[in-house]
Each structure stands twice: as C-alpha cells, then as structure tokens.
C-alpha cells in the first residue's frame, strides 16, 4: 500500500503504524471467516457488521469483557492462543443473563503488529466461537506504539451481542432458597482477575 508523505515527510510507517501489515492482517481474517461462515466474509472490512436476528427473539443484548494481564503473559510465553479466554468471558456473561450468544466483535490492540503472529489470537477467538455458537462480524485491530511500554505488547477484548427468545429453556431462573447450586473445581490461575492479583502479591512478597 503506498503512502504519500506529508509536507514534512511524516508517514504512518514513521509514526510506527505499519499499514501494509494492517492491510495484510485484514485480508487473513476474511479469509479465516470465509471458512468459517461463508455468509459472513462480507461483514469483514467494512464500517460495521452485522447479521440476522433470529426468528422469536425478543430483546437484544451485549457484554464486554477482556483478557487483562494475560494478554501479557501470552506474548510473553509466545502463547497468542488466548482468544478462548476472551470468548469465554463475554459469552459465558450472556448465557448466564438468560441470553443466547450470537454475534462477536474483537478488539486487538497491539504495540507492533506482526500478522503472522497475531494472527493465532484471531484463529483461536474463531475457535472459541464456534465452541460457543456464535460468529465473528467484525472487531478493530490498531497499532498503537505509543500506548504499550514494550513492543511486543497487546491487549484483547471482546463484545458478544445475544438474544433473548420466549423459550423457557433459554431464560434465566432466579435462584430461591434450597435450590441445588452446581458448581466444579478451578483449574488454577487461569479464570478472572486473578494475575493481576498474584502481580500485587509478587511485589509485595
């Protein structure tokens, strides 16, 4: 992608946005899309995406959530695979609140973007959404040199938009007194806020 400098010979290059990279990177995720949900590779690129409302939907929702610390922590292992975590954390939010998750939007913000390699946390949000019945639309990827301490830093976050039906099976059920609560085991330091807690806790030990 060429680019003509300003009158001062300033280019996005030189501010330290790569838009070759970014042209790239877009191209990749179409073309992970397309494989996808063939029907939805046109929602990507654009100003929005979207999609269909499904049939006996009666209200629309969205949650936010994102990976916090261990989007550190993955680049620091050299582990990009944590788009499952940021899935999970939104879709899970929408099942909970008695909605059906339908549409996902990502952001990824990264210090320096190297497609090849950034390209694993967009494979496994595809992943994940599959896992969670439902589909990429969109997200913004920016490259902000000046936001991050290091360059091989990032952040990832994720909207899930959700619907919610007249079917019984699809609400949510308040919880009244001597209802059985299931719950299971934690698998350790890899659910909520809990690094950033352990960081505090290292520098204070």
């Known amino acids: 992608m060429s680019e003509d400098p300003t009158p001062s010979g300033l280019t996005y290059k030189l501010a330290g946005v790569d838009r070759d990279a970014a042209a790239l990177f877009k191209e990749m995720i179409r073309e992970r899309v397309a494989k996808t949900w063939p029907d939805m590779a046109k929602e990507i690129g654009g100003f929005a995406g979207g999609g269909k409302i499904p049939a006996g939907s009666i209200r ?23 788009g499952q975590d940021v899935v999970a954390m939104a879709a899970v939010d929408t099942y909970v609140s008695g909605n059906t998750p339908t549409y996902l939007l990502d952001t990824l913000e990264v210090a320096h973007l190297i497609p090849e390699v950034h390209i694993q946390v967009i494979d496994s949000i595809i992943d994940a959404c599959v896992l969670s019945g439902c589909s990429v639309i969109g997200g913004e990827t920016a490259e902000l040199p000046d936001m991050f301490r290091h360059p091989w830093m990032m952040n990832l976050n994720a909207s899930v938009i959700g619907f919610r039906s ?19 085991l934690s698998e350790g330091l890899t659910r909520g806020c809990t690094f950033g807690i352990l960081g505090a806790y290292a520098e204070t030990s």
Do not use: E, F
């Open 166 to 184: 007249l079917d019984p099976a699809h609400s949510n059920v308040p919880i009244v007194a001597g209802q059985p609560v299931y719950g299971w």
């Open 60 to 82: 629309v929702v969205g949650s936010t959530d994102g990976t916090g610390t261990k989007s550190i922590l993955s680049a620091l292992v050299g582990d990009y695979r944590i």
